[in-house]
């Protein structure tokens, strides 16, 4: 994943959450495997429920209170202030399992404008099933798209999927995709446009990395129109990965915007 900032009587936690968002997130879009990854997973004694307990650094993944994914409630939801505009390009990159997901680097896919500010995209990685709900609503499988702005902050455009036509963009990715940790070229250049929907619509909060250290100061820009994937797409991925969604965290008082 405009960061909105945790309010002002909290700027040391801010300082703490920025470098860990950081250091996540130079992981993240590194061809690195993922941080402390004997040390967390999605099931048992590693799993979300005790994150924050596994390594000190994790501890935001227990305490915060701006923590993602969340449900998004529509009815609450105020006018955003601005569209998003996508200046994406075809770049080269890297299909990487690092043991927690599949994730898509590109090095030089272009940016996004997002509340005003321009955000390079530097990765998309995927949840199965999507981490954020709607309306009580789920689905079963999401991309996060994490951008990065030249002050150092982070933004993730969310992509929700449902079952239907095979999705023509992924195709070459699930069918590379390695199925133990490591990396493969991708065969061809990626243009992220392709994977969005139509329209750009939509919902927008103030949250956090999904994975440890779960840093928070990232700004969530989930797209309201769904697209589809097959179920042999999805089929295909939950062999590698059963399941990789964190659980709904609390919204704790935050504003959901969303655009129209």
Request: hydrophobic residues 40%; contains cysteine.
């Amino acid at each position: 994943m405009k960061a909105t900032m945790i309010l002002s009587s909290t700027k040391l936690v801010n300082t703490k959450s920025t470098f860990f968002a950081g250091l996540a997130l130079a992981m993240l879009s590194s061809t690195c495997f993922a941080y402390g990854a004997a040390h967390w997973g999605y099931e048992g004694k590693v799993g979300p429920s005790n994150w924050g307990s596994l390594e000190k650094e994790f501890a935001t993944c227990k305490v915060g209170q701006m923590q993602a994914p969340i449900d998004i409630l529509t009815k609450a939801a105020a006018p955003a202030s601005a569209p998003i505009a996508a200046k994406y390009k075809a770049s080269a990159g890297e299909i990487i399992n690092n043991g927690h997901t599949i994730q898509v680097a590109l090095p030089d896919e272009g940016s996004a404008i997002l509340s005003g500010t321009d955000y390079k995209l530097l990765q998309f990685h995927f949840h199965t099933p999507a981490e954020e709900k709607v309306d009580g609503k789920g689905y079963p499988f999401n991309a996060h798209m994490v951008h990065k702005s030249a002050d150092g902050k982070l933004a993730v455009i969310g992509i929700l999927f449902k079952e239907g036509n095979e999705n023509k963009s992924l195709k070459d990715i699930f069918a590379n995709m390695p199925s133990k940790e490591g990396k493969v070229a991708l065969k061809s250049n990626f243009d992220a446009s392709s994977m969005l929907p139509s329209s750009l619509a939509y919902y927008s909060y103030a949250g956090s990395l999904t994975t440890p250290p779960c840093s928070e100061g990232v700004s969530f820009y989930i797209l309201k129109a769904p697209v589809e994937l097959s179920k042999n797409q999805l089929n295909a991925f939950q062999k590698v990965f059963k399941m990789n969604a964190r659980p709904l965290q609390p919204l704790n008082g935050r504003k959901i915007t969303q655009s129209s």
